[in-house]
C-alpha cells in the first residue's frame, strides 16, 4: 500500500496554457498576503504557470520571500492552521534544503505549491530571471513546452525525474540570461 496521499503520487500530465491561471495566482497572492501578513516580504507568481502561452502542469506556483527559517516556520504552521488545504512536504521528502515546500490540495489533487525562501537565497533571482527570459522570448517558451510535454510522456509517473529532465535547459536559459540582462 502506498504510504503517501494521491495527489502526492499523481501522473505529471501537461495542459495547454490558460488565461485562468494568472487570475488564480492572483486569488493566491491575496490569500497568503493575508495569512502572512508583514512577514512576507515579496511574493512572485512563478514557474510554468507564469509564462503566457507555456503549456503546463496545471499547478500554480507562488514563492514567498520572508526574513529567515523562523520566520518561514511560523507562517507556514499559521497557514496550515488556517487553510488545511495547505500541506506542509517535510523538508526530507522535499530535499530542498534552501525552502520550505507547501502543497494546496483541492478535490484530492495538488492545486498550487508554494516556495516559502529566506531573504538573500538566490534561487529567489533565478526564478524571476527564468520567469522573464521567458516572457522575453517565443522561441523559448516553444522549446520550453516541447522538453516538458517530451519528459511528461517518459516520465509521467516520477515527478522528481520530469523536474530533474529540466535542469539543463532552465540552467542554460539563467546563463544565457546572466549578468543583469533581466530586470524583474
Do not use: C
Not at 488545504?85 to 534552501?98: I, M, T
Not at 489533487?109 to 529567489?124: C, D, I, M, S
Request: net charge negative; glycine share 2%.
Amino acid at each position: 500500500m502506498n504510504q503517501f496521499p494521491k495527489w502526492a503520487t499523481e501522473e505529471v500530465v501537461i495542459a495547454p496554457y490558460s488565461d485562468q491561471w494568472p487570475l488564480v495566482a492572483q486569488e493566491l497572492i491575496s490569500e497568503l498576503s493575508t495569512t502572512f501578513g508583514n512577514d512576507a516580504i515579496a511574493i512572485e507568481h512563478i514557474g510554468s504557470t507564469s509564462i503566457p502561452a507555456l503549456a503546463a502542469k496545471p499547478v500554480i506556483d507562488i514563492m514567498v520571500m520572508m526574513k529567515d527559517f523562523n520566520a518561514i516556520d511560523r507562517a507556514a504552521h499559521r497557514l496550515t492552521e488556517t487553510h488545511p488545504a495547505w500541506h506542509l512536504v517535510p523538508a526530507e521528502l522535499d530535499e530542498r534544503p534552501w525552502r520550505r515546500f507547501m502543497v494546496k490540495v483541492v478535490a484530492d489533487h495538488r492545486f498550487a505549491h508554494l516556495h516559502l525562501v529566506p531573504e538573500g537565497q538566490p534561487r529567489w533571482r533565478e526564478h524571476i530571471s527564468f520567469r522573464e527570459a521567458l516572457r522575453a522570448d517565443s522561441r523559448l517558451v516553444e522549446q520550453y513546452a516541447a522538453l516538458k510535454r517530451d519528459l511528461a510522456e517518459l516520465h509521467r509517473n516520477d515527478r522528481e525525474s520530469y523536474t530533474d529532465g529540466k535542469a539543463e535547459f532552465i540552467r542554460s536559459v539563467l546563463s544565457r540570461h546572466a549578468n543583469g540582462k533581466l530586470t524583474s
